[in-house]
T-cell receptor, first 109, second 115 residues
Framework: GDSVTQMEGPVTLSEEAFLTINCTYT??????LFWYVQYPGEGLQLLLK?????DKGSNKGFEATYRKETTSFHLEKGSVQVSDSAVYFC????????FGSGTKLNVKP | DVKVTQSSRYLVKRTGEKVFLECVQD?????MFWYRQDPGLGLRLIYF???????EKGDIPEGYSVSREKKERFSLILESASTNQTSMYLC??????????????FGEGSRLTVL
């Protein structure tokens, strides 16, 4: 069946460090891919998305490219800030949503 | 701004109590969902509804029921709360049809503690 696997956390970085959170997926069709972010005490909100292969989603300095050949959708940011501390969820949608288990990011000043 | 509102942010209930979690969306979305979020387990779908009075079981429906009497409102019911239902509950909604982007819009969550 369809599924999403993302790297376990927590990930702890210093401010201005480079961030990568790995996400791979298994899908029987051609899904849309998403990254959601959950800030402390809040619900999830959409960070970025890509609907077809080779699409790049971007928002707030974060980027992820839909790689069909490696079935991946890794999240990257060139320079993280303390305000980026949150839990990040990778997800795919193909008739139904499948979420990864979430990766907690802690950014230290 | 689009909005999904969950009526209670924090609840504390006793074992055996009946618990109602309410969710309202103002986007005229057809689809509404209830998820449960637990550390290390991510989000697990409890129930969803694609129309008024329609409901479908998700991955973990046991111990829960739902009600959707109006398009904008989707309620999650714990008939007899148990300690293993202590969790964060997230409501979400999405559109359907030709304009469906697959995006889910979430409420802020309801943290339930069952003692």
């Amino acid at each position: 069946g369809d599924s999403v696997t993302q790297m376990e956390g927590p990930v702890t970085l210093s401010e201005e460090a480079f961030l990568t959170i790995n996400c791979t997926y298994t899908a029987t069709g051609y899904p849309s891919l998403f990254w959601y972010v959950q800030y402390p005490g809040e619900g999830l909100q959409l960070l970025l998305k890509a609907t077809k292969a080779d699409d790049k989603g971007s928002n707030k300095g974060f980027e992820a490219t839909y790689r069909k050949e490696t079935t991946s959708f890794h999240l990257e940011k060139g320079s993280v800030q303390v305000s980026d501390s949150a839990v990040y969820f990778c997800a795919l949608y193909f008739n139904k949503f499948y979420f990864g288990s979430g990766t907690k990011l802690n950014v230290k000043p | 701004d689009v909005k999904v509102t969950q009526s209670s942010r924090y609840l504390v209930k006793r074992t055996g109590e009946k618990v109602f979690l309410e969710c309202v969306q103002d986007m005229d979305h057809e689809n509404m969902f209830w998820y449960r979020q637990d550390p290390g387990l991510g989000l697990r779908l409890i129930y969803f509804s694609y129309d008024v009075k329609m409901k479908e079981k998700g991955d973990i429906p046991e111990g829960y029921s739902v009600s959707r009497e109006k398009k904008e409102r989707f309620s999650l019911i714990l008939e007899s709360a148990s300690t293993n239902q202590t969790s964060m509950y997230l409501c979400a909604s999405s559109s359907s049809g030709q304009y469906h982007t697959g995006e889910l819009f979430f409420g802020e969550g309801s943290r339930l503690t069952v003692l």
